[in-house]
């Protein structure tokens, strides 16, 4: 039976090899046990994906997934998501982002997206409710991001098509290479600005006036007017610094709780980087930028802005305001305090298509290469690779994106990098399984190293774990309607596997369902609530975690298929303090993330030791004729 409220029930699959398109139905089951975005897609990647699949060869598939949220009523539920096989870590990737592409692509007519084989030359699919067409895109091809949803819109009558393309980084195969939308929003992460790259496929258009069934929409709008209510009259602290600042809002307070990594993560906090710097690199040294405050289509807390750099080194008259991640990346992991420059950096990355997590940390792994003696001038063009030199990390931005000189070596991300460099400079790249850690210190809170190890896409900080309410402030409705304390101790592990677990399943619900995650944690978002009223289905708190689980079994089953071992994710040795810091506040700490893993293994119920999916999990998830 068609998948009937809360979606459109299509799939699309395009064999770019052939150039042929074929319309699937999104059965009611696949919905009900996988719910959307990387969840229906593990699920159809799984089996149709060979093992043998080079990341960026034509065997692999790129998808794009909506989630039963989008379009259909509610608020702030605007992701999509990308994924296919990373040519980062040769496992499962995907990656989300917000903007306005998910609506156009549900409105296009299809709930997901999937492309396997590899064109004769650049190409664009085109969906104009409906009907999907592949358009050449050779005249594409070298086009920076903005400039190619430009030339989409206006070769196509100045419709008003929504486009996620690839820039000049992901065309290169830069395996940090992002999916781009609405002029700079990023699924940055996995690398897979790359995968489409390597498939000729330079855009995805769409447009339509298509919508979802909707089980009770009288029940939705009650529901959006309570939650919008609690908002205006009762917002949480998270949605007020999202909606006064944007995640810029929080280099100060992750600063001051050691939370940010600093100079490629051996930095000792105050330090290294002195509190007169602080106010330099987030929202204090950005505000006077910002020109326009913006929302995604559906969302009221508008965490993004426009800003506007006038003159300087680094003009720049329209650029998006960089996330807490990006400024973080470029700025202190790298001990760099120009924040024009980080501004520069980041319209950079969003231009040619680069995840700013992966660049700047692959960046700060050169810098401390070049510290060291593993690169010389003659390795890097002439070029001082110091700390804190800002237009040296502007250009190597550059290089990256056009594999010009070091720019070839960095773009292939740090781990892979830090091989080709040589074996001192293996330890010194931060990453998990390939994915370059994002901007959370597990020695700050473990759960963040616990989730960066064990998630079948490592090196998230969005797959939920313990490390909120290791710092005290789990969220409190979440936790409180799964049944969880908001506080745990932050150094004991006891009993960690099993809360992990729980935040993870719920996380992997929200994520595919849509939501964006700002919303659905700070928000009174009535989750269950909305999602019956939309999909018209029986769910509970425990019903839905469970689906989370059997979507992380998916993603774990992907991952084993292709040939997954626990030890192919782990934690760098400096960040489970080997050595440790030498000061501050994390001075001397140590922790044992394999034991993290293992909890978290054993809760999922998968073996400890090999991570393989118990037998008794997989009928208790409903995926015995699956797996
Ligand atoms: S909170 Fe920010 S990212 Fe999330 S939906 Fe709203 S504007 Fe978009």
């Known amino acids: 039976m068609k998948a009937r409220y809360g979606y459109i029930g299509k799939m699309l699959f395009v064999n770019l090899n052939d150039g042929t398109i074929q319309q699937e139905e999104l059965s009611e089951d696949l919905a009900r046990n996988f719910i959307g975005g990387y969840g229906i897609g593990a699920r159809i990647m799984y089996e149709r994906?060979?093992?043998?699949?080079?990341?960026?060869?034509?065997?692999?598939?790129?998808?794009?997934?909506?989630?039963?949220?989008?379009?259909?009523?509610?608020?702030?539920?605007?992701?999509?998501?990308a994924m296919g096989k990373s040519p980062l870590t040769g496992y499962w990737g995907d990656a989300n982002s917000g903007g306005n592409f998910a609506i156009a692509q549900r409105a296009s007519g299809y709930d997901m997206l999937f492309f396997e084989g590899k064109a004769e030359h650049p190409v664009y699919l085109m969906i104009t409710n409906g009907k999907a067409e592949l358009k050449d895109a050779r005249h594409l091809w070298g086009k920076n991001t903005v400039e190619t949803e430009v030339m989409i819109r206006e070769e196509n009558q100045?419709?008003?098509?929504?486009?996620?393309?690839?820039?000049?980084?992901?065309?290169?195969?830069?395996?940090?290479?992002?999916?781009?939308?609405?002029?700079?929003?990023?699924a940055a992460r996995s690398g897979l600005g790359a995968v489409m790259g390597s498939k000729n496929l330079k855009a995805v258009a769409c447009m339509g006036f298509q919508r979802p069934g909707i089980h009770d929409i009288e029940r939705v709008k009650s529901l959006v007017a309570d939650i919008t209510n609690d908002m205006v009259n009762d917002p949480s602290g998270m949605i007020m610094v999202l909606s006064n600042t944007g995640t810029p809002g929080a280099m100060g307070p992750h600063l001051a709780v050691h939370d940010v990594p600093i100079k490629n993560w051996s930095g000792n906090n105050v330090e290294d980087f002195p509190k007169e710097k602080w106010g330099r690199v987030g929202w204090d040294a950005l505000e006077k930028y910002v020109v326009e405050k913006y929302a995604c289509e559906d969302c009221k807390i508008a965490c993004g802005g426009w800003l506007q750099v006038s003159d300087g080194k680094y003009p720049i008259k329209k650029t998006h305001k960089p996330e807490y991640e990006s400024l973080a990346a470029f700025g202190p992991d790298c001990l760099n305090d120009n924040i024009e420059s980080l501004i520069y950096a980041n319209e950079l990355c969003n231009s040619y298509g680069l995840d700013t997590i992966g660049t700047g940390s692959t960046i700060a792994l050169a810098i401390e290469c070049y510290e060291n003696g593993l690169l010389t001038k003659s390795d890097t063009d002439g070029m001082e690779l110091t700390w804190g030199n800002s237009d040296v990390i502007v250009e190597l931005v550059h290089k990256i994106a056009k594999r010009e000189g070091i720019g070839d070596i960095l773009a292939e991300g740090g781990k892979i990098a830090a091989e080709k460099i040589g074996k001192d400079a293996e330890p010194l790249a931060m990453h998990v399984g390939g994915e370059l850690m994002p901007m959370h210190d597990p020695r700050q809170a473990p759960g963040w190293g616990a989730t960066y190890a064990s998630d079948p896409g490592p090196g998230k900080h969005?797959?939920?774990?313990?490390?909120?309410?290791?710092?005290?402030?789990?969220?409190?409705?979440?936790?409180?309607?799964?049944?969880?304390?908001?506080?745990?101790?932050?150094?004991?592990?006891?009993?960690?596997?099993?809360?992990?677990?729980?935040?993870?399943?719920?996380?992997?619900?929200?994520?595919?369902?849509?939501?964006?995650?700002?919303?659905?944690?700070?928000?009174?978002?009535?989750?269950?609530?909305v999602m019956k009223a939309i999909t018209g289905w029986d769910l509970t708190p425990e019903n839905?975690?469970?689906?989370?689980?059997?979507?992380?079994?998916?993603?774990?089953?992907?991952?084993?298929?292709?040939?997954?071992?626990?030890?192919?994710?782990?934690?760098?040795?400096?960040?489970?303090?080997?050595?440790?810091?030498?000061?501050?506040?994390?001075?001397?700490?140590?922790?044992?993330?394999?034991?993290?893993?293992?909890?978290?293994?054993?809760?999922?119920?998968?073996?400890?030791?090999?991570a393989r999916i118990k037998q008794e999990t997989i009928e208790a998830l409903g995926l015995q004729d699956i797996l």
Not at 489 to 518: D, R, V
Request: glycine share 12%; charged share 20%.
């Open 49 to 81: 994906m060979k093992a043998t699949a080079d990341p960026l060869g034509p065997d692999n598939i790129f998808g794009l997934g909506t989630g039963p949220l989008t379009l259909a009523g509610t608020v702030s539920s605007c992701r999509f998501t």
């Open 158 to 186: 100045g419709k008003d098509y929504r486009v996620v393309c690839i820039g000049p980084a992901g065309e290169n195969c830069a395996r940090i290479a992002a999916v781009i939308n609405d002029r700079g929003r990023a």
């Open 462 to 529: 969005t797959r939920g774990g313990t490390q909120f309410a290791e710092d005290g402030h789990g969220p409190e409705l979440i936790c409180k309607m799964l049944g969880i304390p908001t506080k745990l101790e932050k150094y004991n592990p006891e009993g960690k596997g099993k809360y992990h677990a729980i935040m993870a399943g719920w996380q992997h619900l929200t994520n595919t369902s849509g939501a964006c995650l700002f919303a659905a944690d700070g928000l009174n978002f009535r989750f269950i609530d």
């Open 544 to 610: 839905l975690v469970q689906t989370g689980h059997r979507i992380a079994a998916m993603l774990h089953s992907f991952n084993l298929k292709h040939g997954f071992k626990p030890s192919d994710f782990t934690i760098p040795p400096r960040v489970c303090g080997n050595p440790p810091l030498t000061a501050g506040k994390l001075k001397d700490v140590q922790i044992d993330f394999e034991e993290l893993k293992r909890q978290y293994y054993e809760a999922m119920g998968y073996d400890m030791d090999t």
